[in-house]
């Protein structure tokens, strides 16, 4: 069936490399970039430099369990781990999935998504990972109506498929403002002074709320599934972790979640 679709509407690399080359990918080909543009513009990140914020110094660079930025602004997830460092090649396209409605790039970013096995692999050698549960970073409501969909469900929702593991979207987004147009430094100086107060999430409520007076069954029932368990966090980039502390806040006020260990896709480098 995918090679009938392939002839059908013949899938071009969308790597920098061959723009104007109109180069067309064979039927032994994933995604939608050429071996040679996959090798040039994507840096993937097998062993993150600081072992709890996961961020990455370059290749041979020293690996150490905590950088200065941990050591001095503590953080409530155990440890973020990334497939992509966050250039330009990777940035276009994953701007042009999230806001230009190209869909289509979901077949690029599913060979993204497996890059996690290794990472959880790691964090299971390091942490003794067990059993997790995953649960999508929530966006806004006015997001969500423009988009027509939350990045990070669908990459939570596939991974589960790969993996097995349970999933839970129990999280929401009351966001006053938008991360995305927020400078790297602008996020820094927020987190640091802990004015983060633009970035806000809580417990989604059940519905059967609604129907009862004493505490729902729906939310116990979530908080049965939560208490004391593992979570994977699920979120399409990082850039300061600010967003992971927050979502691991409310889980461990909410559930007495046990770790909280986060994904993404791609990684802001410092």
Not at 42 to 70: A, H, V
Not at 78 to 103: C, D, F, G, H, P
Not at 123 to 137: A, E, F, R, S, Y
Not at 235 to 256: M, P, Q, S
Request: glycine share 4%; aromatic share 8%; net charge positive.
């Amino acid at each position: 069936m995918s090679h009938l679709l392939d002839v059908i509407f013949p899938r071009y690399c969308l790597g920098q490399s061959c723009v104007n080359k109109q180069r067309l990918l064979g039927k032994n080909e994933s995604g939608l970039l050429c071996p040679d543009c996959r090798e040039r513009h994507l840096t993937w990140i097998s062993r993150p430099s600081c072992l709890r914020c996961g961020q990455w110094y370059g290749e041979g660079s020293m690996t150490f369990d905590q950088c200065r930025n941990c050591i001095d602004q503590p953080h409530a997830y155990t440890a973020i781990r990334s497939s992509l460092i966050a250039e330009e090649q990777t940035m276009e396209l994953m701007k042009a999935w999230k806001y230009a409605n190209q869909v289509g790039i979901w077949q690029e970013v599913k060979l993204w998504i497996k890059a996690w096995q290794a990472h959880i692999d790691e964090l299971t050698q390091l942490h003794d990972l067990q059993n997790p549960i995953i649960i999508p970073v929530p966006t806004t409501k006015k997001s969500y109506m423009k988009r027509g969909f939350n990045q990070a469900q669908w990459l939570a929702h596939e991974l589960a498929k790969q993996t097995g593991y349970d999933y839970s979207d129990c999280l929401i987004s009351n966001n006053k403002g938008k991360q995305a147009r927020l400078l790297r430094s602008q996020r820094i100086i927020n987190k640091t002074k802990k004015r983060a107060t633009n970035q806000r999430f809580d417990i989604k409520k059940n519905p059967i709320n609604k129907l009862l007076s004493k505490k729902s069954q729906g939310n116990l029932k979530q908080l049965q599934k939560l208490q004391n368990r593992d979570i994977l966090l699920i979120d399409d980039i990082c850039t300061t972790g600010a967003t992971a502390h927050n979502c691991a806040k409310v889980l461990k006020r909410e559930y007495k979640v046990n770790r909280l260990f986060v994904l993404t896709l791609l990684r802001q480098t410092w």
